[in-house]
Each structure stands twice: as C-alpha cells, then as structure tokens.
T-cell receptor, first 111, second 114 residues
Framework: GESVGLHLPTLSVQEGDNSIINCAYS??????FIWYKQESGKGPQFIID?????DKRQGQRVTVLLNKTVKHLSLQIAATQPGDSAVYFC??????????FGPGTRLSVLP | NAGVTQTPKFQVLKTGQSMTLQCAQD?????MYWYRQDPGMGLRLIYY???????DKGEVPNGYNVSRLNKREFSLRLESAAPSQTSVYFC?????????????FGPGTRLLVL
C-alpha cells in the first residue's frame, strides 16, 4: 500500500508465490491508471494500464484490479520470480496531461 | 530506437553552480516531462511541455527552468543549485495531449548538490 515519509512499505514473497501490491488513489475523477516497475538505478518501466470503464485487465503474469468505489488499485503478479524484485508504484490521470504518482512498494523475492 | 535518453547520468555540483540536464526522445512524441524523485516519495512533476513551443509549471517548479528546444529535446536548467535540489531527475515523454497513454521514462540523472 501507500506510505508517508521516507520508508517504502516492503512486501516479501517466496519465489513462485503470487504477489499482490496495493495502491489507494486520490481522485475519484481519475480515468486512467498505470502500474510501473522501477529497478534499482533505472527509470520507471510500464507494466500494465487500465481505464476507468474496466475493473480488471490481464497481461503476461500480471493482473490489475480497479475498485472505483473505494478508490483502490491492485497489481497481482503470478509465480513471482527474482527478476520481479523492484519498487512498484501506481499512477493516476484525469483526462489530462499530468499523472499523480504514489510513493511505491518495494517487492523483495526470497529464494 | 533509443527511446528517452538523458545526460549526464551523474553530476556533483557545489551550491550556487548552474547546470543543464539534457533529454531527448526519438518516438516522435508531442509531450515531454521533467520529474524529480526523492527517497520514499513518488515522482513529482517539475515542468512539462504539452507540445513543441509550450511549457508549463508542474508541482515543484521553483529553482528550475526548462526549454523545449524542438520536438525531440527538452532541457532542465538549474540556475543556482541548492542542496535541496539533490535528487534523481527523470525525463519522460508521451504521445499526445490528453491521450490515455503511458509515459516513457529515461534512465535518470543523479544529482548531488554539496
């Protein structure tokens, strides 16, 4: 989930297990949402997106769920692998130029 | 197709020095952005350019200026660096204004101001 301050929340999962990363977004009028993955020392990388007229979207090993009632977004990663270790953060957009980004969750995959 | 490129990768400045961070994209995108990322915080928008010839302030513009040199290039200038500007700076681009499309990010510039 989201956090305030300097320390990112950390999710530790066993290799091969499924991971669920949560995000609470702020604007009920937001219509487009993205999940990014950021590995250490690199720029954010697009994983999957979803529009507000959907509540679920699936990609390769990843699924995004959108609950507009409670303004909640989640990212599910199936069969988590060591290469999935990174910081994951969500972004929301309201038909405009600019995105609002969450601070992120650090995913740590245990061998 | 290199995507979004940024130079330099690392920079150390003394308080009061100036520098320009360079960004270029080869995806023919209209919109370009500059963000800063601080530990434990989300990306914060400094400036953006919706299209060639336009620039607008974001959430944290103070202490920065930008230039959209052409469609490909968008630079960020620190006129008089301060320790509070120590951060990682990311440039991003996006296809169109208002489009429900993702932004593509560069690898970042790590800046330390002493």
């Amino acid at each position: 989930g989201e956090s305030v301050g300097l320390h990112l929340p950390t999710l530790s999962v066993q290799e091969g297990d499924n991971s669920i990363i949560n995000c609470a977004y702020s604007n009920s009028a937001s219509d487009y949402f993205i999940w990014y993955k950021q590995e250490s020392g690199k720029g954010p990388q697009f994983i999957i997106d979803i529009r507000s007229n959907m509540d679920k979207r699936q990609g390769q090993r990843v699924t995004v769920l959108l609950n507009k009632t409670v303004k909640h977004l989640s990212l599910q990663i199936a069969a988590t692998q060591p290469g999935d270790s990174a910081v994951y953060f969500c972004a929301e957009n309201n038909y405009g130029q600019n995105f609002v980004f969450g601070p992120g969750t650090r995913l740590s995959v245990l061998p | 197709n290199a995507g979004v490129t940024q130079t330099p990768k690392f920079q150390v400045l003394k308080t009061g020095q100036s520098m320009t961070l360079q960004c270029a994209q080869d995806m023919n995108h209209n919109s370009m952005y500059w963000y800063r990322q601080d530990p434990g915080m989300g990306l914060r928008l400094i400036y953006y350019s919706a299209s060639e010839g336009t620039t607008d302030k974001g959430e944290v513009p103070n202490g920065y200026n930008v230039s959209r040199l052409n469609k490909r290039e968008f630079s960020l200038r620190l006129e008089s660096a301060a320790p509070s500007q120590t951060s990682v700076y990311f440039c991003a681009s996006r296809a169109g204004q208002g489009a429900q499309e993702t932004q593509y990010f560069g690898p970042g510039t790590r800046l330390l101001v002493l």
